[in-house]
């Protein structure tokens, strides 16, 4: 590259710290000195490398560019402004009330994938991302993830290094920008770029170390990550925090604050300046690939017939393949179990191993969403938990995206509590805008497996491990947010709110009460969020008398969600919530439900008192 | 070593076996090809290298074995038998109700120090103990680990790697038994132990490649484990799963499963044995370091002042710390920002810096707690989901650890929803036997960190960012499940129930419906689980009214819990719940507040209407 251009670059570079300084300075607050140290490789990608058309976020031919380091958000919007996507006016608007322009980037900019601010969920979106590139869109983007050396502790981070080297993903880069400084202070490595490269490459990846303020040498890592084939790259570049202002570079002491002096700071990087980047367009053909499509036809099954929804579930979701050709499924290495494994044999070229690794599991499942997939991603519902961060932000990223938890609650049985989803219904229901259903039984899983692949949002499906009878006609109907009246008479002296296994168990108690002469009511809630106020209102106006029962810890789960519709209702109901209260042990799983105090026993006793 | 004791090692290897494939057969259910692989290397470790007294597990001198692929239970029993600590009677009651031997060990057997069977815990745990013994107790114990190869894709291991390698834990192994078949299907590396000496090599850990059926190869591994200093020590090992039975030897399809033909299986083994293990006791002084201990002077805050409450937090835990020489501290990267660095000043030997790894940084916390130790670990609120999973088995190990969120909620202002812990309150109430605090004031604060070193389980603080007054006096006490009336009189036709940020906000809002000639009682309701059911009742009999106000979504928090002490009471009181439903954006936090419907007005303006 001639002189010449390399002053430009590095010229650019000043300009994206002078902005990322400006920005912050007019926020009262921000991260400048994370947004400078990266401010060279930045540049560089932008005005030579990065493929993208700005009026067209939507192109499916666009790369991908991810702050993996969300907090250097200035650096981002500075960019964006370089590339004349922003004006300079937009750009002081950051971190402001109503401005896009949010302290750690989000997709209400469209140029943004999805919302970083928690370390460690970039680059394993990223993975999703190149994963979609190589294996559906079978488009030529590349997929360019700015990591900070700091969120190389993540666990998250080695499960994405794990899966692109395994994959082998030429089309995913990774940028870390080694500046040495965390939060509080310096990392474990420092500037030991060999020490992150000895353990990516270890991974599989291509690494190259440079001086991350060198454009030349940024340039040609660039290049040679470009010429890289079947396995992905990443550059270890050795920056300083703070870089080209004397007060704070490479100093601790100033993370995540405006720098001191910001007319000083400017002067120091030469001023502000109005260089503007021309990014260069996409190339290759217009569209991705696409799958080929069939009329839907779900399993049906016989009433009275015994079938776990788990099985349920994989056969349904099987069936939907077909039907629609933008479902793809992602699995934690328990797809014999989950179920996935039915999608997987019918539909292997959209379904993804994602081994034991439910982090990376949710982070690609909401990067193949970013290229418009529709993802469904299952494991036990225990193990979701190991995702509630990532599941966090995906909501944040306003990502659609449909999970999947099997092995719900205490009716698994021998496995004891490790291997029990019992805090699932209360995790989900706290995540925003998200949909959480619990079937029981497989017609009406079969159903909202299909309903959830237009859904918006975290939508969250609980499945059971073992048989339950069928008890709904194939082709019913089970809207989101609706219930099932199982049992009803305006007689009924109490209703009992149930979903999922413990629906069979209230039957149970329904046929014994009705013989003692006590008619109950029963409900079946499989829509736990958003619930079916209605319903549940009319049945306390009837009867007066609410039992809930959920294989799930007492707090924030269907009886919760129960006791939030009738909080208005006037007279109120007298309502019990029973629950699994004391921590499980092994047993089969009809001692399990009866030692938690949630069988048929149980509901029945609990409905005698209430109704005396 | 004779070959006549190489021989016996042999033979105990399949006494172990055969008795993974009785307790599984007589199960019913269980893992025995999973504990058949491993059946080599427990032996020889058994027999030659655990220094461990059955007869007494508190002892501090105890090495610490954790089984991290916990499925492999039958194996450790068997283990447990050939010690002579259970007889051959309770082995065979494996997986039955009443049985302490669980489907995946617990705490309930004197000698399992922590629940596993959530995959890639053990080993982050075992840093936990490992960190422990090298810098609190200073005693020579060992910490083995058997690891899974499948759990090696878990990100969490890779943080405990790093972790264990940066600090030199030469008192750690890692036994990883490579069989090749994960629960599914195969791993992604087979029995390429050379791929994973590669990658944990690079983590800085000794690394050993091995037969894991030759009991010589596997008796020199651990006597190079223990000969090797300054680092910790992988052992990879080549197995088969199921080994020494055809029929499901090396084979997919046979995880998770008793074997087809156990009489067949036994006599292929050889048949039952009852050979007994003398395992070497513990060596060394009797016991471990102790640091000195000074009374207990919690700081003091003026009323009228205006300090973060976790400010408070890490003044009154640096405090703590000099009186409870059994405190240790741990956060991961955010020192600063949660307070932990006052702490980390004031007793540096106690204090873990964990970098950016929260699910390493929750599993140390119970591994420190193994060894007696009492920790806090504390991080973002939002961050602390990253590492639900291991909150959630810590509850299935009855492990007391002490968790803190700083940064809770909108009110933390310009950094985003990625930043503000949402979802904290509904998480942490979601755990089994947990304790959730949440106070207003700096006082406060301190007496709730004092009042959690006593408390078992998991206990939960939430600490908010910015400044807010000091209402209450230096030394008032606030009881784990009481609450505080900061207004109330006879005539109050509406209560407010708030707690952290919104108790500032009710209070204002008080101050305003009293002007307007509405008195409203307000209620501190600092102890979230358990609430303070009786104080808010009376409310209910007193006003009718109630507004729950709550710097967290709606679902799970605040309001459900007192929605939930309230459900029996008579007549039911009407209940208004605020709390933030809109995804947030960047903003002031008195913004903030007020955007999301949480601050004085919003209050007041609710207040209005109900009380109308």
Same mark, same amino acid.
């Given at each position: ?486 049992? +009803? ?8 709110? @149930? &979903?999922? *296994? $413990?629906?069979?168990?209230? =039957?149970? %108690? #329904? ?78 799983? +009809? ?8 069988? @048929? &026993?149980? *509901? $029945?006793?609990?409905?005698? =008192?209430? %109704? #005396?």
């Amino acid at each position: 590259m001639p002189e010449q251009a390399l002053e430009w670059l590095a010229e650019l570079g000043q300009q994206l710290r002078v902005d990322s300084v400006r920005c912050s300075a007019a926020a009262g607050s921000g991260h400048p000195t994370s947004s400078m140290s990266a401010a060279d490789l930045a540049a560089v990608l932008l005005a030579r490398y990065l493929r993208y058309d700005f009026d067209a976020p939507d192109d499916p031919r666009n790369d991908h560019l991810i702050f993996s380091k969300g907090h250097a958000s200035p650096l981002l919007y500075a960019m964006f402004k370089a590339a004349g996507a922003i004006s300079d006016e937009e750009l002081l608007t950051f971190r402001r009330l109503g401005s896009r322009l949010e302290g750690h980037p989000t997709p209400r900019l469209p140029w943004v994938d999805v919302a970083t601010g928690s370390l460690g969920q970039g680059l394993p979106i990223g993975v999703g991302i190149a994963l979609a590139g190589q294996r559906l869109d079978r488009l030529p983007y590349r997929v360019w993830v700015l990591c900070g050396d700091s969120e190389l502790a993540e666990g998250s981070m080695w499960e994405a290094f794990e899966h692109a080297g395994y994959a082998g993903l030429d089309n995913l880069t990774a940028i870390v920008d080694v500046n040495r400084l965390g939060q509080r202070g310096p990392t474990r490595h420092g500037w030991d770029t060999a020490a992150y490269a000895r353990r990516i490459g270890a991974f599989g990846w291509h690494t190259i170390e440079i001086d991350g303020h060198d454009v030349a040498q940024i340039d040609r890592a660039y290049a040679e990550a470009l010429a890289t084939s079947d396995r992905p790259t990443a550059i270890l570049a050795r920056t300083k925090k703070g870089k080209g202002v004397p007060e704070v570079e490479n100093r601790e002491g100033a993370h995540g604050k405006p720098l001191p002096d910001p007319e000083e700071a400017i002067d120091e990087l030469g001023g502000e300046r109005n260089l503007r980047v021309r990014v260069k367009p996409p190339e290759g053909g217009r569209g991705g690939h696409r799958f080929p499509a069939e009329p839907l036809k779900l399993p049906a099954y016989a009433v009275g017939d015994k079938v776990a929804t788990r099985t349920a579930f994989g056969e349904a979701l099987a069936a939907l393949g077909a039907a629609r050709p933008d479902v793809v499924v992602l699995d934690a290495e328990v797809s014999d179990s989950t179920r996935t494994e039915y999608f997987a044999d019918a539909h292997p070229e959209r379904f993804f191993q994602c081994y034991i690794a439910e982090q990376q599991m949710v982070a690609a499942a909401v990067g193949l969403r970013v290229r418009g997939w529709t993802p469904y991603a299952a494991t036990f519902a225990a193990f979701l938990t190991r995702a509630y961060d990532f599941i966090r932000m995906a909501a944040v990223s306003r990502a659609d995206v449909r999970l999947v938890g099997s092995h719900a609650g205490v009716s698994i049985g021998h496995d004891g509590p490790s291997q029990m989803g019992l805090e699932d219904l209360a995790a989900f229901r706290a995540v925003h805008g998200s949909t959480v259903l619990y079937p029981c039984d497989a017609n009406q899983t079969a159903q909202l497996v299909a309903a959830m692949a237009d859904l918006e949002g975290i939508s969250y499906l609980r499945t059971t491990r073992g048989n339950t009878r069928v008890i709904y006609r194939p082709g019913e109907e089970f809207p989101v947010g609706g219930s099932r009246l199982l049992r +009803a008479s305006p007689e009924d002296r109490v209703a009992v709110v @149930a &979903a999922g *296994i $413990t629906v069979h168990e209230a =039957l149970a %108690a #329904a046929d014994q009460l009705a013989a003692e002469g006590i008619p109950a009511r029963v409900i079946d809630l499989y829509s736990v969020k958003p619930v079916d106020a209605a319903t549940l209102r009319e049945a306390a106006r009837d009867t007066g008398r609410l039992i809930t029962v959920e294989d799930h810890w007492p707090e924030g789960g269907l009886g919760d969600a129960v006791l939030e519709a009738l909080a208005d209702t006037r007279p109120a109901p007298r309502v019990v919530r029973l629950a699994v209260r004391a921590m499980p042990t092994s047993a089969t799983p +009809a001692e399990q439900l009866h030692a938690a105090g949630i069988d @048929a &026993a149980a *509901i $029945t006793a609990a409905a005698r =008192l209430l %109704a #005396a």
